[in-house]
């Protein structure tokens, strides 16, 4: 196939050439009008010469950004003029950038704006110039918005803002919106040569940052300013003074902090990546402090609300800070162009920092509740419930936490009943779910509320949600819950490294603690339907079904099941015909799985819906994956299936302990059920799929990579004449031993050719039936040239050929129009010109 290609291009190029000479020949009017119409745009032309591979890939990395489109510009009406860089060109800029080996390292947003501009300056628009109508000396504006300059001494050269000038080595390439003129360099316009001459400066230019970044012995420094994302800060205009603390005075830091503070990395939560950013801002004073500016007193620093002391000592300056240790200065008056700094022996730490030392020294939640014999039963719950609140308690808080003691756990269990002896039996995920928020409702998250921080009357916002409520009397703490029994603090303000513990005497229920109880007096959704005579269909279906549904529909759910009486499922029966009189003739694996498609099409998972939570209009997805549709009409529901008929909700809220359900007058049916017992009529390109004899139609329509396939599935209608593989097998044949499967179009150029012949097999507008032809009737087709019909003995169908196709499988009827299965593959004359 490469030799074909080389070939092609090699004719392609002696047509331009051809187009060329002839331009002034107006006795020859083939040539001219063959130049005046030349089929491909500029970026096509770029796109079919291989030594523009590197401007088409230039212009495909600029336009990776989001606000760039060059290849759309190029490609649209024009008219342009376009000096195109060889590939040559392009490796000789390459070869004198610094960082760019190759086309692919413009790979930042940034680089490829600098791309897209040097593409732009290579581009005039509105005209379409040849080189004969260059003028020496003429100014040329770009797209860029840069000029160009003509020089025509000893050729046609183009100058840019550099020294060198392009010289144009292939004039006059005609496209269909312009004109191309091959250049052996690549231009470059006085914006770019700025972007690329632009250095860092000098010493004294450098900001604060950079200097940090620069000096190796705040390398720590530097870790803690990108950490705390200060860097852009930092960078700013400022004036700023920065007492630098050196790596020793960061290690030594460290080392106060204990054995969980190793290195920087280690301030990795949310709070302690503040703290640390408040620690280095209690290091910098808004303005600029020389040396000589140093005077004893307090100065206030960027950690808003905090000052340092700058303490004077045998004629040299101290830094003071909220601790007992003050700061030398070892290192003064390193200039930035932001401001200055001062190396410093220590960190400096503001009060929240000393506050932080001191929570270190205290146990946490977690801790204090293991170490205390009487919240034993409050610590096999949390590990009971699995779910990370060990982890949680044990983590920053601050927590204000309610802990009920062995005996108030206890007594819980006494209240829950025989299935409840001890914590262990909280085994399944809806009572893990319920032990996590019981739990969840001893837990006030964000705030340390000592017993002197809570007032009569409080409401107080738990993880879980609910609020409590504090009930304050005679100096003694009751905690309000959701029951009639209040709770009482017998042991307040134990305090914790990230909160405080009152120890309460009963485990605080919220309602849903309360509705679980009353559920477990409820019957699930399985038994009430056994239960319910005019359900007793029902019952039999799921049985029937065998696909484990009464099993689902006794676990623990939630679930909203939409349940057809007995007479529905009778109906149904009667839709389905003789060979359905009743559930047992569901005895195929098709039809149980049919049967369980409309079983499951009747069950909402996740969720017990209501007669009260259901509105008019609402889409609601079932468990068999479609939706069900909620119309609400006087106060009285009914469910919308895929059918025409809707059911009505007979008697709504039959209240389950894993859900409801809502008895119903009809089976619902989804779409699913519906394809499979009365099948969709297919469309054009599903039924070619469907015909043996028609795959190499759908090989050829997949291969043209035109979206054939997308148009052909579209509403239509069309006529579509299908070839057989035996009609494309001897196209290949007539072809060459050059096209041996259709896989051999593999060009952009022979991509295109296979479309115009499939595209010539299609009328548009109109499905015609074999019965509606008429002899030497014309029908335009979606290539654009006509097929002409032929009724002699048969159907037959005429191309530019001189032979006719058969109409051998006439009529077949799609959704979006008809096919005509012929036993030749039609040939427009634009493709019988471009095959010659």
Do not use: W
Request: aromatic share 6%; hydrophobic share 45%; glycine share 6%.
């Amino acid at each position: 196939m490469k030799k074909v290609i080389r070939l092609k291009s090699y004719l392609l190029f002696m047509l331009v050439a051809l187009v060329a000479l002839s331009c002034d020949d107006e006795d020859d009017g083939a040539a001219l009008a063959m130049a005046d119409e030349p089929q491909s745009n500029i970026v096509e032309t770029a796109q079919a010469t291989d030594d523009l591979s590197s401007l088409v890939a230039a212009l495909t990395k600029a336009d990776e950004n989001e606000d760039s489109d060059l290849i759309g510009t190029l490609s649209s009406d024009g008219p342009f003029t376009v000096f195109a860089p060889t590939n040559g060109a392009f490796n000789e800029l390459l070869g004198n950038l610094d960082g760019f080996d190759k086309l692919e390292d413009f790979d930042t947003p940034e680089e490829k704006a600098l791309l897209a501009t040097i593409l732009k300056y290579h581009v005039v628009a509105g005209v379409s110039v040849k080189s004969t109508d260059l003028e020496d000396d003429q100014m040329i504006t770009t797209f860029q918005g840069e000029d160009l300059e003509v020089d025509l001494d000893d050729g046609v050269f183009i100058e840019d803002a550099t020294d060198e000038d392009a010289e144009v080595v292939i004039p006059d390439v005609f496209a269909s919106n312009g004109i191309v003129h091959v250049i052996n360099k690549v231009l470059l316009p006085q914006a770019i040569l700025d972007a690329l001459n632009d250095d860092d400066g000098d010493e004294e230019s450098k900001n604060l940052v950079e200097i940090v970044v620069e000096t190796e012995s705040l390398s720590l420094l530097e870790a803690a300013v990108l950490k705390a994302e200060l860097a852009e800060t930092l960078s700013g205009e400022g004036p700023f003074t920065v007492f630098a603390p050196t790596d020793d005075a960061f290690l030594a830091l460290l080392d106060v902090l204990g054995d969980d503070y190793t290195s920087l990395d280690d301030f990795d939560t949310t709070e302690e990546i503040d703290l640390l950013r408040n620690i280095l801002l209690y290091h910098v004073i808004p303005a600029k402090v020389l040396e000589d500016d140093l005077e004893a007193g307090e100065v206030p620093t960027a950690f808003e609300g905090n000052k340092l002391s700058v303490i004077e000592s045998d004629d040299a300056f101290l830094i003071g800070d909220a601790s007992d240790t003050n700061a030398n200065i070892t290192g003064t008056d390193i200039l930035a162009s932001n401001g200055v700094a001062h190396t410093i022996d220590k960190v400096l730490l503001p009060q929240a920092a000393i506050d932080f030392v001191a929570g270190l020294q205290l146990k946490t939640i977690v801790e204090i509740a293991i170490e205390t014999d009487d919240l034993s039963l409050l610590v096999e719950a949390l590990q009971a419930a699995n779910a990370g609140l060990v982890e949680t308690l044990g983590g920053e808080g601050p927590f204000t936490v309610f802990a009920p003691t062995n005996e108030a756990f206890v007594a819980l269990l006494g209240i829950l009943g025989d299935d409840y002896k001890n914590l262990s039996d909280f085994d399944t995920q809806e009572e893990i779910d319920l032990l996590i928020a019981i739990l969840t409702y001893h837990v006030v998250p964000d705030i340390a509320a000592f017993a002197d921080n809570l007032s009569n009357g409080q409401q107080i916002p738990t993880v879980f949600g609910d609020n409590l409520e504090v009930n304050k009397k005679n100096g003694t703490v009751h905690i309000v819950d959701a029951t009639d029994n209040n709770a009482t603090v017998v042991l307040p303000d134990v305090e914790a490294s990230n909160g405080v513990v009152h120890v309460i005497d009963k485990v605080l229920l919220p309602q849903v603690a309360l509705d679980f109880v009353a559920q477990l007096q409820l019957k699930n959704i399985v038994e009430i339907a056994v239960e319910t005579d005019d359900l007793k269909l029902l019952v039999e279906a799921l049985q029937t079904a065998n696909a484990g549904l009464v099993e689902t529909l006794s676990g623990v759910g939630p679930f909203t099941v939409f349940a057809p009486t007995n007479e529905a499922f009778g109906e149904l029966l009667d839709i389905l015909g003789d060979d359905f009189h009743s559930l047992s003739d569901f005895d195929t694996q098709e039809e149980l799985d049919i049967l369980v498609k409309v079983l499951t099409y009747h069950v909402i998972v996740g969720t017990a819906a209501f007669k009260d939570n259901l509105s008019d209009g609402q889409q609601i997805e079932t468990f068999q994956g479609e939706n069900v549709g909620i119309n609400k009409k006087n106060g009285t529901v009914h469910i919308v299936d895929a059918t025409d008929d809707n059911a009505t909700v007979m008697l709504p809220d039959v209240e389950a302990s894993n859900g409801v359900v809502h008895v119903i007058d009809k089976v619902l049916l989804p779409q699913e059920v519906l394809d499979i017992l009365f099948p969709p009529t297919p469309n054009i390109v599903e039924l070619a799929q469907s015909v043996d004899d028609l795959d190499l139609l759908v090989d050829a329509l997949i291969q043209a990579d035109a979206g054939l396939v997308g148009v052909l599935s579209g509403e239509g209608p069309f006529t579509v004449f299908a070839p057989t593989n035996e009609a494309f097998a001897s196209l290949l044949h007539d072809l060459g031993s050059q096209y041996n499967s259709l896989a051999d179009f593999d060009t952009p150029q022979e991509k295109e050719l296979l479309a115009k012949i499939l595209t010539y097999h299609v009328v548009a507008g109109q499905a015609l039936a074999s019965g509606d032809l008429k002899n030497h009737q014309r029908l335009h087709t979606v290539q654009g040239e006509d097929v002409t019909v032929i009724l002699n003995h048969g159907v037959f169908i005429r191309d530019k050929t001189h032979v006719d196709a058969e109409v051998i499988g006439a009529d077949n009827v799609a959704s979006n129009g008809i096919v005509h299965i012929i036993d030749k593959v039609l040939l427009p004359k634009e493709v019988l010109d471009a095959l010659h």
